[in-house]
């Protein structure tokens, strides 16, 4: 799986990164980075809780 | 046995609740029912975004309600009663029909709706921002440019407002009946600071003032506002009113049905309420340990938390399992201007308010809440990353006096 993070539609409420912090990081710029884009499959419930939590619907999971 | 769920509420919570329910295998019918003619949609927009004409509709539907998640939607149908002894939910669809519905389990998420001021029904001009139809009739006087807003109530959807109209390079006038915005949430000192930013963004802010009177005059023959009357005995010319004094609890149909009713639907830990009867959401009532009181949250998250807890506690009743505790930490956000305000816990105001990063000169800090040496609140603006660091604290246990030194060395 590959995380697809809509950077247009980010605004870094870092919910993301209370979920799951090996994969998203909030830094003291205020923007979100993605530090694995393509986590193990055992990451996949966190990956797609993020995708659920996120309140600006920015994150994605695309299969390939 | 195949088991019909009817979930009355389409919006977060009932949504994700049928989402939760199908994901997790059941394979019965799940009815669910809004009053609201719209496909499920996201509320936090409404008062930024879709006001600001930044995003259409279309932008703020919620992705569960575009799944195939073979649900029987009736939407444009309000629940009426609800009959325990039969089962039923009596209901009046669209046309103004009754109907029933039989259920095995029901998700009480009818949510709440917008209090509006007395004697304001039907005069032109006067808002209130809770459904899609709210925010767009708002937008469309608000493209037509009027001279002034008033905001009515300086809480998060009223300040949210009054952003998005500054946005809009509208003069606004934001009325607050207490001395401070916010202040029975966050506390005087960054009620203070919620203040300022109101002030350093051009907003006539009036703080502890009430409202007299919204004054009309008829136009067309159509009553429509033209000035609203302050208690400090000014009077304020304004072709809008906004106003956003907080919520009521739609539990009307939950009345005299032997559900126990409180300000919201009394659950026990688990939004239990009856049996095979859970409610989630901004109705829900529910003893909080971690907090030490009962709690009704109306935040965002906590909506989506308690839609698929609920959820689950319903398949743990039918399959004998244990069911868990619902106790989240409350967390939501308010984007007000360039600043965004997030807070973790559930802070008094009265509780002991502590700046650990950052100052409020430059409105990019974080305090910290302590009641005694318990940790209660994680405030930030603008410091996103602290915030969700910092909640983490309240599931390790530590003290006030800890977080603060950890919050230091973040």
């Known amino acids: 799986m590959r995380i697809v993070v809509d950077f247009d539609l980010c605004e870094s409420n870092a919910v993301c990164?209370?979920?799951?912090?090996?994969?998203?990081?909030?830094?003291?710029?205020?923007?979100?980075?993605?530090?694995?884009?393509?986590?193990?499959?055992?990451?996949?419930?966190?990956?797609?809780?993020?995708?659920?939590?996120?309140?600006?619907?920015?994150?994605?999971?695309?299969?390939d | 046995m195949t088991t019909t769920t009817v979930i009355v509420g389409a919006s977060l919570a009932g949504i994700n609740?049928?989402?939760?329910?199908?994901?997790?295998?059941?394979?019965?019918?799940?009815?669910?029912?809004?009053?609201?003619?719209?496909?499920?949609?996201?509320?936090?927009?409404?008062?930024?975004?879709?006001?600001?004409?930044?995003?259409?509709?279309?932008?703020?539907?919620?992705?569960?309600?575009?799944?195939?998640?073979?649900l029987d939607f009736r939407l444009g149908t309000r629940a009426k009663a609800l009959d325990l002894s039969s089962r039923q939910i009596i209901l009046e669809?669209?046309?103004?029909a009754a109907e029933t519905s039989s259920f095995d389990s029901l998700v009480i998420a009818s949510g709440a709706s917008a209090r509006r001021l007395p004697d304001t029904a039907g005069i032109a001009g006067v808002h209130v921002?809770?459904?899609?139809?709210?925010?767009?009739?708002?937008?469309?006087?608000?493209?037509?440019?009027?001279?002034?807003?008033?905001?009515?109530?300086?809480?998060?959807?009223?300040?949210?407002?009054?952003?998005?109209?500054?946005?809009?390079?509208?003069?606004?006038?934001?009325?607050?009946?207490?001395?401070?915005?916010?202040?029975?949430?966050?506390?005087?000192?960054?009620?203070?600071?919620?203040?300022?930013v109101h002030i350093e963004n051009g907003v006539d802010l009036r703080l502890g003032t009430g409202v007299l009177q919204i004054?009309?005059?008829?136009?067309?023959?159509?009553?429509?506002?033209?000035?609203?009357?302050?208690?400090?005995?000014?009077?304020?010319?304004?072709?809008?009113?906004?106003?956003?004094?907080?919520?009521?609890?739609?539990?009307?149909w939950l009345e005299g049905s032997g559900i126990a009713l409180d300000d919201g639907v009394v659950c026990d830990n688990t939004l239990l309420a009856a049996p095979s009867i859970v409610a989630a959401g901004d109705i829900a009532r529910y003893p909080s340990e971690r907090f030490g009181r009962v709690l009704r949250v109306e935040h965002w998250e906590t909506a989506i938390a308690g839609g698929e807890a609920a959820a689950r506690r319903l398949l743990a009743e039918a399959s004998g399992e244990t069911p868990a505790v619902f106790d989240p930490i409350p967390w939501f956000w308010s984007d007000q201007y360039d600043r965004k305000i997030q807070l973790a816990g559930r802070p008094m105001p009265t509780d002991e308010c502590r700046i650990v990063h950052g100052t409020t000169a430059e409105f990019r800090f974080v305090a910290l809440y302590g009641d005694g040496d318990r940790l209660t609140g994680v405030l930030g603006m603008n410091r996103p990353r602290h915030v969700v660091q910092l909640r983490a604290l309240f599931d390790e246990g530590v003290t006030f006096s800890e977080a603060c030194e950890r919050a230091a060395a973040l």
Not at chain 2, 162 to 177: G, I, N
């Open chain 2, 215 to 252: 004054e009309t005059s008829s136009v067309d023959g159509v009553e429509r506002v033209r000035a609203v009357a302050l208690s400090d005995g000014t009077v304020v010319e304004a072709e809008v009113v906004v106003v956003g004094i907080g919520v009521t609890v739609n539990t009307q």
């Open chain 1, 17 to 63: 990164m209370g979920i799951a912090p090996e994969i998203f990081e909030v830094r003291d710029d205020d923007f979100l980075y993605v530090l694995d884009e393509n986590p193990p499959e055992s990451m996949r419930a966190k990956m797609e809780e993020s995708v659920q939590r996120c309140p600006k619907q920015a994150i994605s999971i695309a299969e």
């Open chain 2, 17 to 70: 609740a049928a989402r939760t329910l199908r994901l997790q295998g059941q394979l019965g019918p799940i009815v669910v029912v809004d009053a609201d003619p719209e496909r499920p949609y996201d509320r936090p927009p409404l008062s930024k975004q879709i006001l600001t004409g930044e995003w259409e509709p279309e932008k703020i539907l919620l992705p569960a309600g575009k799944e195939d998640l073979n």
């Open chain 2, 129 to 196: 921002v809770r459904t899609l139809a709210d925010s767009l009739a708002l937008r469309a006087e608000l493209d037509a440019g009027p001279s002034r807003v008033v905001v009515i109530g300086a809480g998060f959807i009223g300040a949210e407002v009054a952003s998005s109209c500054r946005k809009r390079d509208l003069d606004v006038t934001l009325v607050e009946a207490l001395p401070l915005p916010l202040e029975r949430v966050i506390g005087a000192e960054m009620g203070q600071v919620c203040a300022q």
């Open chain 2, 93 to 96: 669809g669209p046309t103004g």
